[in-house]
């Protein structure tokens, strides 16, 4: 699974240019402030919520809306796009609920323990300006379904199988922007004006970044 990195903040600026910007105004103090930063701390905190995943490792007819999240904390220079030191990680429960088999009329199956959409194993950027991969695993347990929905249950043994997820940490300058950013952008500014929330544009990850200067 593959997080779409969105450039920033010049994608973000050349996708505002048909905006009317006169009641939307551009925050100079911001500009000037993260202009002069090289190197930015963030705390980032990643969540999904997918509906109709399949729960076993092969093709078997159990399904759930799961829910996870993680968290990043890591040094970023912002003018060469890379890694300052070694980023850290921490995993957080998944749940998976709402369990249904091949129709929502069968019967449902059981999950034997816990499953994880995505836990992180290590971070890695292949070179400076590429996209960090967090390189994970998915956690499936083992798992009862109910087979051509029969009423007989077949045991489907768990397994651990390989996910990645790439992010891409934004420029801080996007601050500048707030007020000019579209209702509907997948960029956005939290309310408090600390972080910089950002939406997957092919799948359901929302990463939130707040950012320090260091």
């Not at 920033?8 to 240019?17: C, D, G, N, T």
């Not at 100079?28 to 076993?56: R, Y």
Request: glycine share 6%.
């Amino acid at each position: 699974m593959k997080l779409v990195w969105i450039a920033a903040p010049a994608a973000l600026a050349a996708s505002l240019i048909a905006w009317p910007v006169v009641a939307q105004p551009f925050d100079a103090a911001a500009e000037a402030k993260w202009s002069k930063v090289e190197i930015v701390h963030f705390e980032v905190v990643g969540e999904i919520a997918d509906k109709h995943v399949q729960i076993p490792p092969v093709d078997a007819d159990l399904y759930a809306d799961v829910v996870d999240r993680v968290t990043l904390s890591f040094d970023w220079n912002r003018k060469k796009n890379v890694f300052v030191g070694v980023p850290k990680f921490q995993n957080y429960p998944g749940t998976a609920s709402n369990l249904f088999g091949m129709e929502r009329k069968c019967p449902t199956g059981k999950l034997n323990g816990p499953y994880e959409h995505f836990d992180i194993v290590e971070i890695k950027q292949s070179a400076p300006g590429q996209a960090p991969e967090l390189v994970g695993q998915r956690i499936h347990p083992d798992t009862m379904v109910a087979e051509s929905c029969g009423s007989h249950l077949r045991l489907y043994k768990g397994a651990v199988s390989p996910a990645s997820v790439y992010i891409g940490p934004p420029d801080p300058q996007m601050f500048a922007m707030a007020k000019m950013i579209p209702a509907d952008s997948p960029i956005k500014v939290s309310p408090d004006g600390k972080s910089i929330i950002m939406t997957a544009k092919n799948n359901n990850w929302v990463w939130t970044y707040t950012p320090t200067a260091k």
